[in-house]
């Protein structure tokens, strides 16, 4: 079907543009910014002062970090994103939205996901992905809501009173079907009970497949939406036409395609096949010229406006937000070389690198759309832009005090992980780079809080804006029907062709995205050869499933990696380099991305049982001078023994060899564990009932990296 304007049309037809969903969006926005930022800034002091983590389950690191992701990444920036799309896509469409019954459930539905998800995360119901934290029941709402989101787009962009799709559309719809398709390859997980679930993946295969989804929910949640929301917002900000149309066709489709092969650049030196790693560092360096391309198209728009930038506060976090842009990925694609990673990997370095992106380029770039938006939906003038000016500069400032010490303190890591003595022994045990990081992190506390008194200084401008002006939740506007038939006049670009067909831009948008996932992902499940199997390796006891799962559910995974990297100095610091045939049985993996504590990979067997005990008890007794919080929880609840068999059958469901009928009689065995363990802490006058979660997850902790032990005394025999 070809639309064109009706040259017959006498007038134009009168609609309305609905600003009400917009407005609620807007607001969604900015209450769950300042939540998230909260959260962060919690969670950054508690790195400093354990003590804030208040010797509570719902308020320790664990849950907190979590929480503080989840609500800037979905509820700060989910919110905006829609917030942006439902203002500029029925402008650039010439069109109310399809459906304001689907508009308000889109937005209650995504609040109740947030809550959901808040709710859920603090009191411990996680798979342990990260940014796929939240458990099955949520990840079916999710899809759901988001099915209506693009319904509610595509009915919009049909019903379209304009020709062609412009730039913006191409990135919002490449989102939508990429997200789809990103959430649920990466959701498929077995049910144990109403909030608890496990990866249908395991081990070497899960840490693919989530960092596939992990670097392409940065990409295709935090970036392309953010895109197509610069190309409408900064021309109308700044009054100038895009600066290259022919650019931004580039940026679209290259940036799309290579995107998607990137994710294996997170598993470096891990046990990830190393063509798989090779092939996620050559298109990680090809992504720096497409996203190049988009940052400059957006910076050159504004020549000849420059003047403007000096005095406009919207225009200013703009330009900054785009120059954030091309910062992080420009930095993405060098942290893929493998000599760049092996020093960035782990450290605080990473935590850098996605805050320029997360606060300068998703944040300032929101902060400057709602300064845009809020004084046309009310009809007035922004109240104070001295105030904003201020909230620019602070928000900068902010900004700077927050990544500059985390770049150091990364550097700092890296090289006192790595250093040896003369006479060949590791110069720097690991709780002495965690003492030296005391003063960074509390730098980086310091820029949070900057930057959240930023957002509330904006908070209340925007408030006194709001309180002076007139709502207009119906816009009206009007356009030229368009009819079915479409005559070109002159010469057509090749591209306005699918401009025109915004179904076609759909299909071909999914396939271009999901050629990089098929090609990684089929060969590392088909072929036997990219995962060796260890004779050795055997299924968790039930015991120590137990205490897997408690392990997950307080978030250890976030402090700990769980892979030892072929290094010299890591082999000699945490054991033998982690094989892909160890994981087989893990699901989901614990691979982490964040050492503030040591690589537990080859913890089990190296202290007694009291030594885990009193270290789970008071961290600090144990290793003085450690910033981990305590556990006291665990030595009072009991273990859920109820859910046991349901987890032994869903293991077995997945393929996990327990013999046939075990789920029956795995309480049993749970049991007889426990009892030695508690028999070993009572050799050490250490008195706990074998009930208690404690020793479940004591019981795990002395099972991990055992294997591959086994697996060499087998071999020495």
Request: hydrophobic share 45%; with cysteine.
């Amino acid at each position: 079907m070809i639309i064109g304007i009706d040259p017959s049309a006498t007038q134009n037809e009168k609609f309305y543009y609905d600003n009400k969903i917009v407005k609620w969006f807007a607001y969604a926005t900015i209450i769950w910014g300042v939540v998230g930022m909260l959260a962060g800034i919690l969670a950054a002091f508690q790195l400093v002062y354990p003590g804030l983590n208040f010797s509570s389950a719902p308020t320790s690191f664990g849950r907190v970090r979590p929480i503080h992701t989840n609500a800037v990444i979905f509820a700060f920036v989910g919110n905006g994103i829609f917030m942006g799309v439902y203002y500029s896509l029925q402008r650039l469409c010439k069109a109310r939205m399809f459906s304001d019954r689907l508009s308000k459930f889109h937005f209650w539905g995504w609040q109740s996901i947030i809550v959901l998800a808040a709710l859920t995360l603090l009191f411990g119901y996680t798979t342990g992905k990260e940014y796929a934290e939240l458990e099955w029941p949520i990840d079916i709402l999710i899809a759901l809501v988001w099915v209506a989101f693009g319904w509610n787009m595509f009915g919009t962009i049909l019903k379209r009173r304009e020709r062609h799709l412009y730039v913006a559309i191409w990135f919002y719809i490449a989102t939508f079907i990429t997200v789809a398709m990103l959430h649920i390859v990466n959701s498929v997980e077995i049910p144990v009970t109403l909030f608890k679930s496990y990866s249908w993946y395991a081990g070497v295969q899960d840490a693919l497949v989530q960092w596939w989804y992990g670097h392409n929910a940065v990409a295709f949640f935090l970036t392309t939406p953010y895109l197509g929301l610069m190309y409408y917002f900064m021309p109308k900000a700044a009054d100038r036409p895009v600066y290259s149309y022919r650019l931004s066709i580039i940026h679209f489709w290259a940036l799309i395609f290579i995107y998607i092969w990137a994710g294996p650049h997170h598993l470096l030196y891990t046990a990830l096949p190393d063509w798989a790693q090779s092939l996620g560092t050559v298109f990680s360096i090809m992504l720096l010229a497409p996203s190049w391309g988009g940052m400059l198209n957006g910076l050159l728009t504004l020549r000849g406006a420059w003047d403007k930038v000096r005095v406009d506060p919207v225009l200013k976090f703009m330009v900054v937000a785009v120059t954030a842009y091309g910062m992080a990925t420009f930095e993405g694609p060098m942290l893929s070389l493998k000599s760049v990673n092996a020093i960035s990997h782990f450290t605080d370095w990473t935590i850098a690198h996605v805050h320029v992106g997360a606060l300068g380029w998703n944040g300032f770039l929101t902060f400057g759309i709602l300064y845009y938006l809020i004084p046309r939906i009310f009809r007035t003038k922004l109240y104070s832009v001295q105030l904003a000016n201020r909230h620019f500069w602070i928000g900068t400032l902010g900004i700077v005090l927050y990544v500059v010490p985390m770049y150091w303190a990364g550097f700092m890591q890296s090289l006192a992980w790595k250093e040896f003595t003369p006479e060949g022994t590791l110069k720097y045990q690991f709780m002495d780079t965690v003492k030296q990081m005391a003063p960074f992190y509390a730098m980086r506390g310091v820029g949070g809080v900057l930057f959240l008194i930023g957002a509330l200084i904006m908070c209340y401008n925007l408030y006194k804006t709001i309180k002076t002006g007139n709502v207009l939740n119906e816009e009206a506007a009007e356009a030229p029907v368009l009819t079915r038939e479409y005559v070109p006049h002159g010469k057509q670009h090749w591209h306005s062709w699918i401009e025109r067909r915004p179904v076609h831009l759909l299909v071909w948008s999914l396939i271009v995205v999901a050629i990089g996932g098929i090609i990684e992902m089929i060969p590392t499940f088909m072929v036997s050869s990219n995962i060796p199997t260890i004779a050795s390796v055997r299924p968790y006891t039930p015991l120590e499933l137990q205490g897997r799962d408690i392990y997950v559910r307080e978030g250890c995974y976030l402090c700990h990696s769980q892979m030892v990297r072929p290094f010299r100095s890591e082999v000699v610091r945490y054991g033998e380099y982690s094989k892909a045939g160890e994981f087989v049985y893990d699901h989901p993996f614990q691979w982490g991305s964040k050492r503030t504590g040591p690589d537990l990979a080859r913890i089990g067997g190296k202290y007694p049982d009291s030594w885990h005990f009193n270290h789970m008890y008071e961290p600090s007794s144990i290793s003085p001078g450690s910033i981990m919080p305590n556990y006291p929880w665990l030595f009072a609840d009991e273990i859920d023994t109820a859910a046991t068999a349901a987890k032994i059958r869903a293991m077995i469901a997945m393929g996990v060899p327990y013999e046939k009928g075990y789920d029956q009689r795995a309480n049993a065995d749970l049991a007889k564990q426990a009892d030695g363990i508690v028999k070993n802490l009572a050799n050490d006058k250490i008195k706990i009932k074998s009930n208690k979660e404690i020793v479940a997850l004591i019981a795990y902790l002395q099972r991990v990296g055992t294997d591959i032990k086994l697996s060499e005394k087998t071999t020495s025999k």
